[in-house]
């Protein structure tokens, strides 16, 4: 989880101007708050990827909705990172390069005492500024 400092950007509520095809761009490399009301950026992009991913939707219902969503990739692949600040753990999933509506998830992972401040810190207040690592 050390290149958390990449993603801080988009903790904030984006107004409804936003198209829906420009939301992957606005997405990507970002950690998103997930709150449902007032709905966040990031609860938008979570349902966005329920309606994609069976596999998500298993998942959020054995772990609930997570705190904070990151979306990122490299090169072909495609991550999203989900964030449990209650039980500080975080579960990575891939989209499978063979099958493009599906994903396999990693972890738990934990998230490290600097995260947990950096992030509880936004939740507590989304209009917070990011901090680079």
């Given at each position: 989880m050390a290149t958390l400092g990449l993603w801080l950007g988009s903790c904030s509520q984006v107004t409804d101007t936003l198209a829906l095809g420009n939301m992957e761009a606005a997405a990507k490399d970002?950690?998103?708050?997930?709150?449902?009301?007032?709905?966040?950026?990031g609860y938008r992009r979570l349902e966005s990827h329920l309606a994609t991913y069976?596999?998500?939707?298993?998942?959020?219902?054995?772990?609930?909705?997570?705190?904070?969503?990151?979306?990122?990739?490299?090169?072909?692949q495609r991550y999203l990172i989900?964030?449990?600040?209650?039980?500080?753990e975080a579960f990575v999933s891939r989209v499978r390069p063979e099958n493009r509506s599906s994903l396999e998830f990693a972890g738990?992972?934990?998230?490290?005492?600097?995260?947990?401040r950096l992030l509880d810190g936004f939740r507590s207040d989304p209009s917070k500024r990011p901090v680079k690592f």
């Open positions: 970002q950690i998103m708050l997930v709150r449902k009301d007032p709905a966040s950026f069976p596999e998500l939707n298993l998942f959020i219902s054995q772990h609930g909705i997570p705190d904070f969503l990151a979306e990122t990739g490299s090169r072909d989900l964030y449990y600040l209650k039980v500080r738990p992972y934990p998230v490290t005492s600097k995260e947990f």
